[in-house]
């Protein structure tokens, strides 16, 4: 697929971009999918395309990517940040009533770690406020809840290809609807505001039946370098194939980490993963000796990450910030552990089996 991107010596925004959308879209079952350079790209266009009055607010939860709530400061709008709920650390549908008020007009959830977001119950509650719904699906790719598949449920899902990603493209993201009307413009938005067919055009450089204006377009929208290119969605499409086996792997992994932690007194799963339902590009967990456990595996070789820092407590965000109890409490628990589809069984033993010494010997 990538020497075939080669071969025909273009490897910009073209064929095999319309390629991957077309895949995608039947993949999560909209009916647009539009490939961008990155999910913080959709979501800055996925926001752009309400035309929202500036000023205006977007509930965002506190424990997340920069990305989700950026994208709200791109927009010359305001985050209001949303706790988390206690179990599943996922926004929590009661600290949103506890925020709204009618200054809001859209409303981002994050499905933590791959974990759904309660769609069922938040957009009845998003409706009846006429607030917009964006789904953050960095962190899932084709999970099925209550029959619909995550980033389908909303006005907009956005999706990530960065490389720690269910599925990677080295960097990438997908903005996708069911309204193709709502996404009319992004084509042009991603493209620095140039709404004519890229590859379209270059054939037609050398087409003698094509009039002398090929080179021609209009700009009437403002754009950014937003697009995917050909490379990506190369590897995008071979990733696509092998997505429904990685994600299954994963969750192989995730039931033996629940496994083996199972016993452990001072060491918990991060939030009630369900790996035989739900694809997770996350596993975490909380132990009160964070730091402590975090240089003991360090001192074993193994990497861990903290995801995240709420938004509330970073200084970029302080001036909105709001009181987000739970995010603030738990993230001083929160560890990641490594999780990728090529991660061996004996790498996962060896991960839990430090996890159950440090318990072990600290408890
Ligand atoms: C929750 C969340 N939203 C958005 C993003 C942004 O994704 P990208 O790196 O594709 O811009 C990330 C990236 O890790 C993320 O974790």
């Not at 067919?197 to 094509?210: G, L, P």
Request: with cysteine; charged share 25%; proline share 5%.
């Amino acid at each position: 697929m990538v020497k075939d991107a080669f071969d025909r010596s273009w490897i910009g925004l073209g064929p095999r971009v319309n390629e991957f959308e077309t895949a995608w879209s039947r993949f999560i079952g909209c009916r647009t999918a539009i490939g961008l350079n990155s999910a913080t790209a959709a979501l800055h266009l996925a926001l752009r395309v309400f035309k929202f009055p500036k000023g205006k607010k977007v509930l965002v939860p506190s424990l997340t990517f920069s990305a989700t709530a950026s994208a709200v400061l791109y927009n010359d709008l305001v985050p209001v940040f949303v706790d988390s709920d206690p179990i599943t650390l996922g926004i929590s549908l009661e600290d949103l009533n506890n925020k709204f008020d009618s200054d809001c007009v859209a409303v981002i959830p994050v499905h933590y770690c791959g974990h759904p977001v309660p769609m069922d119950e938040l957009i009845p509650w998003a409706e009846e406020r006429n607030l917009k719904i964006i789904e953050d699906c960095a962190h899932t790719a084709g999970t099925l809840y209550k029959g619909k598949t995550l980033g389908t449920w909303g006005d907009i899902g956005c999706f990530s290809f960065e490389e720690k990603k269910c599925l990677t493209t080295g960097d990438g993201g997908m903005i996708c609807s069911n309204d193709s009307e709502l996404l009319k413009d992004v084509k042009a938005m991603r493209w620095v505001g140039i709404d004519k067919d890229n590859w379209k055009k270059a054939r037609e450089y050398v087409n003698e039946n094509i009039d002398a204006m090929h080179w021609f377009y209009e700009l009437n929208i403002l754009g950014w370098k937003y697009n995917m290119n050909d490379l990506a969605a190369s590897i995008g499409l071979a990733q696509l194939k092998k997505l429904p086996e990685m994600n299954k792997r994963r969750s192989e992994i995730i039931h033996k980490y629940l496994d083996g932690i199972n016993d452990l007194k001072g060491i918990n799963p991060l939030l009630p993963y369900d790996p035989e339902n739900y694809s997770y590009q996350m596993f975490g967990i909380r132990c009160i000796k964070k730091n402590e456990l975090i240089i003991f595996l360090k001192s074993k070789g193994i990497a861990t990450g903290c995801h995240y820092t709420p938004l509330t407590m970073q200084p970029l965000f302080k001036p909105y910030a709001s009181r987000c109890q739970v995010a603030e409490t738990e993230y001083f628990k929160l560890i990641t552990l490594p999780l990728h589809a090529d991660l061996t069984t004996q790498e996962t033993d060896y991960v839990i089996e430090a996890l159950q010494v440090f318990d072990r010997n600290h408890n």
